[in-house]
């Protein structure tokens, strides 16, 4: 499987900032996801990145708020924008296990806190 | 959209003891996915099921994919102190897309 860096690993933030998270692969992937995780829950998918096209943002979900960026087939950026609170959570990215392959492998995450 | 109803919700077992979590679905999965959280880290796929009425094994654990296709069983057989964590199931809400279960967090007592 794919090995998956994200950078920062943790951070906290003030209210009103953004913060940009890096997620980098060791080999080329056609699709990332971003996801987040609130305290003490599951994973809800943020949005789909694909190299080359926009962002696929799931219900709940803006580009303004959360904009990303894909600019090859090894790196993904996800900006979480004009954070409060209610964003302290872990924001992963994953990637599939092959090309259609329904199987995702995950980050480390991101610990975001925002005071 | 789909949900996934996993249960129980958390679990406190000796170390030693055998240990079975379940997820179930509103509808059909041609896929099951098993992954483990640990603190501080990403989820780790730990078992993929691709056929109804499938069992595949990793080591001490175990998971099915239910015939009716809406559900799906994970046991861990002998615990150990490491296997504490937060196991989630997972099935594809898209052909590409996964929809997580809400997880299950298992203690294991020494």
């Known amino acids: 499987s794919a090995v998956i860096s994200q950078k920062p690993s943790r951070d906290i933030c003030q209210r009103g900032t953004s913060l940009t998270i890096q997620c980098q692969v060791d080999?080329?992937?056609?699709?990332m996801f971003w996801y987040r995780q609130q305290p003490g829950q599951s994973l809800t998918l943020i949005a789909t990145?694909?190299?080359?096209?926009?962002?696929?943002?799931e219900s709940g979900f803006v580009i303004d708020k959360f904009p990303i960026s894909r600019p090859n087939l090894t790196f993904s950026t996800l900006t979480v924008s004009n954070m409060s609170p209610e964003d302290s959570s872990i924001y992963l990215c994953?990637?599939?296990?092959?090309?259609?392959?329904?199987?995702?492998?995950f980050g480390p995450g991101t610990r975001l806190t925002v005071l | 959209g789909q949900q996934l109803n996993q249960s129980p919700q958390s679990m406190f077992i000796q170390e030693g003891e055998d240990v079975s979590m379940n997820c179930t679905s509103s509808?059909?999965?041609?896929?099951w996915l098993w992954y483990k959280q640990e603190p501080g880290e990403g989820p780790v796929l730990l078992i993929a099921?691709?056929?109804?009425?499938e069992l595949t094994s990793n080591g001490r654990l175990t998971a099915q994919f239910g015939i009716t296709r809406k559900d799906s069983f994970l046991n861990i057989s002998a615990s150990i102190p490491s296997d504490v964590g937060i196991y989630f199931c997972?099935?594809?809400?898209?052909?590409?897309?996964?929809?997580f279960g809400s997880g299950t967090q298992l203690t294991v007592l020494p």
């Open positions: 994953s990637v599939e296990g092959s090309s259609g392959s329904t199987e995702q492998f």
């Open positions: 080999s080329q992937v056609t699709m």
């Open positions: 990145a694909n190299q080359g096209s926009e962002a696929t943002y």
């Open positions: 509808s059909i999965f041609n896929t």
């Open positions: 099921l691709y056929k109804a009425g």
């Open positions: 997972a099935g594809p809400s898209t052909a590409r897309q996964l929809t």
